[in-house]
């Protein structure tokens, strides 16, 4: 099974490393405007495959992509200390406009992740520019990913026994579902109970203050953020190229919200198979309604909504 990146740049080599790591994929094809860079990266990662999996790794330009059952798209602007995911929205979405097209001829029959921010956003756009194609962004797995270690932190437990959401917007707006949060099973604030651990409105602030301000302590230290997510966009194509029904935070375009944001979704072949609604409390609710909103007024400054407004 092939997997194509485009965007060789932390995120998009990052991701590649990660699958290779992992085994997610037999075949992995990296494209990139600046083509040494993409090969340079293709071949640092394929060093890595006789000790790991033994993943084919080459690089190439987006015709190269032909064949790819999933293509990551990582192409476009980093955020910069002190910009927000939105601030970040004209100079990707011009980019994308002219990128998306090209990766779709392509690869015709490849489901679409998005990962360049802000991706909510722009797993929108991409539906408006191809419709009828599988396209999913990675959302807020990362952020709910977070939310586990961090509440794995004060639990004392392993982190994959913590299970947490994060929804809505990637970003600043999001989020965290305490009220559906668990630990082995009991909600949270059982769990800790039970194990005469703390518990209070404090702990859980500070716990979202984490989860919230993770990427942007991450960026003030060393630039970027690549390592978490790498690993979340190796998860999300294999879950894809397994058909494996898995329950993640992906963002997709949802209705009710009139905007694409992050939700439990059951992810297969061809992305997204369906919507989980959680159930949330009265605050939470109201959270993700204004969430959306955010959402819907950054797309707005878009040429391809700002006619509609």
């Given at each position: 099974?092939?997997?194509?990146?485009?965007?060789?740049?932390?995120?998009?080599?990052?991701?590649a490393?990660?699958?290779v790591?992992?085994?997610?994929?037999?075949?992995?094809?990296?494209t990139?405007?600046?083509?040494a860079r993409?090969?340079?990266?293709?071949?640092?990662i394929?060093?890595?495959s006789?000790?790991?999996?033994?993943?084919r790794?080459?690089?190439?330009?987006?015709?190269?992509?032909?064949?790819?059952?999933?293509?990551?798209?990582?192409?476009?602007?980093?955020?910069?200390?002190?910009?927000?995911?939105?601030?970040?929205?004209?100079?990707?979405?011009?980019?994308?406009?002219?990128?998306?097209p090209?990766?779709?001829?392509?690869?015709p029959?490849?489901?679409?992740?998005?990962?360049?921010?802000?991706v909510?956003?722009?797993?929108?756009?991409?539906v408006?520019?191809?419709?009828?194609r599988?396209?999913?962004?990675?959302?807020?797995?990362?952020?709910?990913?977070?939310?586990?270690?961090?509440?794995?932190e004060r639990?004392?437990?392993?982190?994959?026994?913590?299970h947490?959401s994060?929804?809505?917007?990637?970003?600043?707006?999001?989020v965290?579902?305490w009220?559906?949060?668990?630990?082995?099973?009991?909600?949270?604030?059982?769990?800790?109970?039970?194990?005469?651990?703390?518990w209070?409105?404090?702990?859980?602030?500070?716990i979202?203050?984490g989860?919230?301000g993770?990427?942007?302590?991450?960026i003030?230290?060393?630039?970027?953020?690549?390592y978490?997510?790498?690993?979340?966009?190796?998860?999300?194509?294999?879950r894809?190229?397994?058909?494996r029904?898995?329950?993640?935070?992906?963002s997709?375009?949802?209705?009710a919200?009139?905007?694409?944001l992050?939700?439990p979704?059951?992810?297969?072949?061809?992305g997204?198979?369906?919507?989980?609604?959680p159930?949330l409390?009265a605050?939470?609710?109201a959270?993700?309604?204004?969430s959306?909103?955010?959402?819907r007024?950054?797309r707005?400054?878009?040429?391809?909504?700002?006619?509609?407004a």
């Open positions: 099974m092939k997997v194509g990146v485009v965007g060789a740049g932390l995120v998009g080599a990052t991701a490393y990660a699958m790591l992992r085994g997610s994929c037999s075949e992995l094809l990296l990139d405007l600046d083509a993409a090969g340079a990266e293709a071949q640092d394929a060093h890595a006789p000790v790991s999996h033994g993943t790794v080459a690089s190439g330009p987006l015709e190269a992509l032909a064949g790819s059952r999933v293509v990551i798209v990582a192409a476009g602007a980093n955020q910069q200390p002190g910009e927000s995911r939105l601030d970040l929205l004209s100079k990707n979405a011009a980019i994308f406009r002219d990128l998306l090209q990766v779709a001829a392509a690869a029959d490849a489901a679409l992740l998005i990962a360049t921010n802000p909510d956003i722009l797993t929108d756009l991409t408006r520019l191809l419709p009828g599988a396209v999913l962004g990675s959302g807020t797995v990362l952020d709910s990913a977070r939310l586990r270690w961090l509440t794995a639990a004392g437990v392993d982190a994959t026994h913590v947490a994060v929804l809505g917007e990637h970003g600043d707006s999001e965290i579902a009220s559906s949060v668990t630990v082995a099973g009991l909600p949270v604030a059982a769990f800790m109970a039970a194990r005469d651990l703390p209070t409105t404090d702990t859980r602030a500070e979202e203050a989860t919230r993770a990427a942007a302590a991450i003030q230290g060393k630039r970027a953020t690549y978490g997510i790498g690993a979340a966009l190796a998860r999300i194509t294999e894809i190229l397994a058909d029904r898995a329950i993640l935070t992906v997709a375009p949802t209705p919200y009139g905007v694409s992050s939700l979704r059951i992810v297969g072949a061809g997204v198979l369906n919507t989980v609604m159930l409390d605050a939470e609710t959270a993700l309604d204004v959306a909103g955010v959402l007024a950054a707005a400054n878009l040429a391809e909504w700002a006619s509609e």
